[in-house]
């Protein structure tokens, strides 16, 4: 809708439904983010100082969302799942090693392996996604601007990953789904299987190849946006 989270008129009262309008900039419609311990977010108006409120803490489908003052309440929290966007640049983080995909070496050659190593922040741990349609994105390194690839068309399992020149390949382009928690899988579209760590590894410099799925969480990538 492009619309955006709302309290409406502005209220401050307790109790008033939240809707979506058309973005004005206005009191009802900024938020401060709050993350707690547990890694979820309340979001409080700062005009109202309410926060963001499953009625009644009801789990029933349909129910409102309301302004209500914070309680702690698990019904006052939210998950922020980020959703991947065409231009956006992101650090991909495996659910099960906590490591993050990595052109080995912070190489710029065709051919040049992926694998997971701890996150560092260099450019070689940074991927810009760019839609190539039905879905799919293509996703760049910032340090060589090569692309995400399994080699040679290849359709066999434990195929190591590896950059390439962008040559417009479905070998080259990526279905990410979502697989609950945040995390999302990504298939190949030549191919059908998943990018995966390897034996389910923890270690730094396990190489990440393609597998079918298996729902393993080392199948399982957690988007961060670069910056």
Avoid at 37 to 64: K, W
Avoid at 205 to 225: E, F, K, M, R, Y
């Amino acid at each position: 809708s492009d619309d955006v989270l709302d309290v409406p008129a502005g209220s401050t009262t307790a109790g008033t439904a939240l809707d979506q309008a058309a973005g004005t900039g206005g009191v009802g419609q900024r938020w401060t983010i709050h993350r707690g311990a547990d890694g979820y977010y309340t979001l409080v108006n700062p005009h109202s100082r309410l926060a963001a409120d499953v009625s009644g803490a009801s789990t029933a489908a349909g129910a409102p969302v309301i302004q209500w003052p914070p309680t702690g309440g698990a019904n006052q929290e939210w998950a922020l799942t980020l959703v991947p966007v065409s231009g956006a640049t992101y650090v991909l983080t495996n659910r099960d090693s906590g490591m993050v995909l990595d052109v080995n070496g912070a190489s710029t050659a065709d051919g040049a392996t992926i694998l997971q190593w701890p996150f560092h922040g260099g450019a070689n741990e940074r991927w810009t996604f760019t839609s190539a349609g039905t879905g799919a994105y293509t996703l760049t390194s910032a340090n060589s601007d090569k692309v995400l690839d399994v080699p040679n068309q290849s359709t066999t399992q434990g195929v190591v990953l590896d950059q390439w020149d962008a040559n417009g390949g479905a070998n080259q382009q990526w279905r990410l789904a979502p697989a609950g928690n945040g995390a999302y899988t990504l298939a190949n579209v030549h191919s059908g299987l998943l990018a995966d760590v390897n034996g389910a590894s923890t270690t730094a410099g396990a190489s990440v190849l393609q597998w079918p799925a298996d729902n393993g969480a080392n199948q399982q990538w957690l988007l961060g946006l670069a910056y």
